[in-house]
């Protein structure tokens, strides 16, 4: 199987052409690829192929061999895969997702993908689509205990379900503790990406996540348009924010007129092999 490593600030996966290969068992073999002793490490496998009704098709497996319907960081992956392999020239793509259609402009320079905007689409925030078990309409800056801490809480799902934690200091966290907390909390029945921010400024914020089915990454896309939603509704934030992540940094913007969210950020080759 031929594959491409990439990463989005530091959030790594392997990429597999459909067009090109067979994967007749995907959620195996994300498994057995994304392990980093004994594997090619990543985050999981996404797998690029046709669409009836986008340009291109995800399909993306988390490291615990997981279905994923949306990533942020991946997706700009896949728009530098198919462009710098010359698998369209178009500037402006779709991809169809699990989460559904997104649209990706292309910053192209001497023929190369450099970096990508992405249309992530409107947030979720009602409950029972994101899914979390609560009875309001809205779960924003509520209180709940997990594990026995309590913490002030804000749902949002960006095609994935995310709750939002403000800290003091992202760096002392000890997410290999917290992180699976949250994740298995029975108030998320779908599991949940946890993130925890430290405010900078009104456009500017510190983040480190745990994601469901692969536990804390370099970098997340969707969470990181999770957290600066989670940061404009609870008045910490204005619209346009960076998002200062272990790998990277993230510019997200929060147009509520239009209700969507848009992240811009780069992409980049690792290696290419043979496995």
Excluded at 145 to 154: A, I, N
Excluded at 246 to 260: P, S
């Amino acid at each position: 199987m031929k594959f491409t490593k990439m990463h989005g600030c530091g959030n790594d996966y392997v990429y597999v052409s459909l067009f090109d290969e067979e994967v007749p068992n995907p959620e195996k073999t994300s498994i057995e690829v994304s392990d980093r002793h004994f594997g090619i490490g990543s985050d999981g496998l996404i797998m690029i192929g046709p669409s009836d009704v986008a340009d291109f098709r995800m399909h993306m497996y988390n490291a615990d061999g997981s279905r994923g319907k949306m990533c942020g960081n991946g997706i700009r992956c896949v728009a530098k895969f198919v462009y710098d392999k010359k698998m369209t020239d178009k500037e402006v793509i779709t991809v169809e997702t699990d989460a559904g259609i997104k649209t990706l402009e292309l910053n192209v320079k001497d023929g190369v993908c450099e970096t990508i905007k992405v249309d992530m689409g409107a947030p979720i925030l009602t409950p029972s689509e994101i899914p979390v078990k609560f009875d309001g309409e809205r779960m924003v800056a509520e209180s709940v205990v997990v594990d026995g801490k309590s913490y002030e809480m804000t749902a949002v799902s960006m095609g994935n379900p995310h709750c939002i934690i403000f800290v003091d200091d992202v760096k002392p966290l000890n997410l290999i503790q917290d992180g699976p907390a949250f994740e298995k909390n029975p108030i998320f029945p779908e599991g949940v990406n946890t993130e925890f921010i430290h405010v900078i400024s009104r456009n500017e914020i510190d983040m480190r996540v745990w994601e469901r089915g692969s536990g804390e990454t370099f970098a997340c896309g969707t969470g990181a348009c999770a957290s600066v939603v989670a940061s404009v509704l609870n008045g910490k934030c204005d619209e346009s924010v960076k998002v200062h992540l272990l790998g990277g940094d993230l510019d997200i913007v929060y147009d509520r007129d239009k209700n969507t969210v848009f992240m811009t950020g780069p992409a980049t080759i690792v290696f290419e092999g043979e496995i």
